[in-house]
């Protein structure tokens, strides 16, 4: 399998912008994808990235940098029902473990 | 509109006993179907992958299995339940090429 790391949790403030961050140990892939899981409930997709750069949908946004083994997704204007888990995965195949993101008013 | 159906939503079992999940999907031909698993604190896990009626790829060596009878129906089965089995599975399909999968409701597993 491949190493994807996300960090567990994070808190933000409600009309906040947060970055959560994913790295991953491997070279050859096609695409990077970020899915949002509310508690208790299946995962939902968010976005993905095939090419360096960053993809914006919304309020949602995802950054890809194959060369640092990186990617992030970027969160604006947060609102309440943001408050989830959000997983990294390289070509649906390998996931993390996803990162709860609360974020308060 | 596509739609993917996955029951039960949650299940309890005694160690031993046999398992089998059902995932149909509804509004499209052909899907790419896939068997997942979510324990505790751990990543998605896939399980099992099927491109087509019959044939079925495992990611995983274990005591479950997989198979697909017709072309939007995804079946999770085992013989005999272990207690590691327990977890939240999910079925997911998507129509090929690049993009995300779209994902059942899920199963609760509790195996006891």
């Known amino acids: 399998g491949q190493n994807i790391d996300q960090p567990t949790e994070m808190t933000a403030t409600e009309g906040a912008i947060v970055q959560i961050n994913c790295t991953y140990q491997?070279?050859?892939?096609?695409?990077l994808f970020w899915y949002q899981q509310h508690a208790g409930e299946a995962p939902t997709f968010l976005s993905y990235n095939v090419l360096d750069g960053l993809e914006e949908k919304g309020r949602f946004s995802s950054f890809l940098s194959r060369s640092k083994g990186y990617s992030y997704l970027l969160l604006k204007e947060l609102q309440m029902k943001d408050s989830a888990s959000y997983l990294c995965a390289v070509d649906n195949l390998f996931f993390g473990t996803g990162t709860r993101l609360t974020v308060i008013p | 509109s596509q739609t993917i159906h996955q029951w039960p939503a949650t299940l309890v079992q005694p160690v031993g006993s046999p398992l089998s999940l059902e995932c149909t999907v509804e509004?499209?031909?052909?899907?790419?179907l896939y068997w997942y698993r979510q324990a505790a604190g751990r990543g998605l896990q896939l399980l099992f992958y099927s491109v087509g009626i019959g044939q079925i790829s495992s990611e995983v060596p274990q005591n479950l299995s997989a198979s697909r009878p017709q072309d939007r129906q995804f079946i999770l089965s085992s013989k005999k339940l272990l207690l590691s089995d327990s977890g939240f599975y999910l079925c997911?399909?998507?129509?090929?090429?690049?993009?995300?999968?779209?994902f059942g409701s899920g199963t609760r597993l509790t195996v006891v």
């Open positions: 509004g499209t031909s052909n899907p790419n």
């Open positions: 997911a399909w998507d129509a090929g090429g690049m993009g995300g999968y779209t």
């Open positions: 491997t070279s050859g892939f096609n695409g």
